[in-house]
């Protein structure tokens, strides 16, 4: 059963007086999205992937798990990787009016990657293979690692970004070759027994950086379910169901670079 969308508006604490002279514009809708995965077809993932980001607004930033459409399916990759080729089609149309950031595995000369896609006025605009491979989920069997020098700031509508996928986010080095980004999305698988990490790092990276922190994770037997949009005065809007929604606002990174300077342009 596809869980009812909720929407967050939670905003920072109380900052200082003429922090609120500053006003709200270009805010963004912010989207995470939790589903189930496994034990379903990829069509079907794919089918509840394109179903939730219909509910969304228009102008949204989106936010899937980690490999949704797919899982980790070691003993199919190849049929996977025809599988994310079938479904760049039709996320490219989802995508004409929405950004829409995901993860799929992706066949290269070298071997597979779990490769982070963005899209964005119907095409792909910017890609970054995981570089961290999951070795307690033996993703370093079946994955070719990417390059670190991937984790990167890009811009979308003069919005800095940045991605970390799941494992990535344990790694304080590539927080820093994100500072700058003014929202970093976090695709994750991440295991249950580890929630309160997941809670833990996205809130300090989103302090740390001084950003917004979007994550996602999918409601699967061993993973968390729970997706979060967290601001960044470390305030997270978390929940468990399938549409988590919260506003991006620039100003808010603003206040946090101007009254806490810790050297973030």
């Known amino acids: ?142 994955f070719e690692a990417g390059g670190s020098e991937a984790v990167a700031v890009f811009e979308i509508d003069g919005i800095r970004m940045g991605i970390l996928i799941c494992f990535e986010l344990r790694f304080t080095a590539l927080w820093e070759q994100l500072k700058g980004a003014e929202i970093i999305f976090v695709p994750a698988q991440w295991g249950r027994l580890r929630a309160s990490h997941f809670d833990i790092l996205g809130k300090g990276l989103a302090v740390a950086n001084e950003c917004y922190v979007v994550q996602s994770d999918t409601d699967n037997d061993d993973t968390t379910g729970i997706g979060g949009v967290i601001t960044p005065f470390g305030d997270g809007a978390r929940n468990r169901e399938a549409i988590l929604l919260q506003e991006y606002i620039p100003q808010e990174v603003k206040k946090m670079r101007r009254y806490l300077n810790v050297g973030i342009e």
């Not at 869980?3 to 922090?19: E, F, G, L």
Request: glycine residues 4%.
């Open 1 to 142: 059963m596809t869980r009812k969308p909720t929407s967050s508006r939670a905003m920072s604490p109380t900052t200082p007086k003429a922090a609120s002279a500053l006003t709200i514009s270009d805010s963004r809708p912010l989207c995470s999205l939790v589903f189930r995965t496994q034990g379903r077809s990829y069509e079907e993932n794919l089918d509840t992937l394109l179903s939730l980001i219909d509910q969304t607004p228009e102008d949204a930033i989106v936010l899937a798990p980690e490999v949704c459409l797919t899982g980790f399916d070691y003993e199919n990759f190849a049929a996977a990787a025809d599988f994310s080729l079938r479904a760049d089609t039709r996320l490219r149309r989802y995508a004409e009016r929405r950004t829409i950031v995901l993860t799929m595995i992706v066949r290269r000369a070298e071997g597979y990657f779990n490769v982070a896609r963005v899209y964005h006025n119907g095409k792909i605009v910017h890609e970054q293979a995981k570089a961290k491979l999951f070795a307690l989920g033996e993703e370093d069997r079946w």
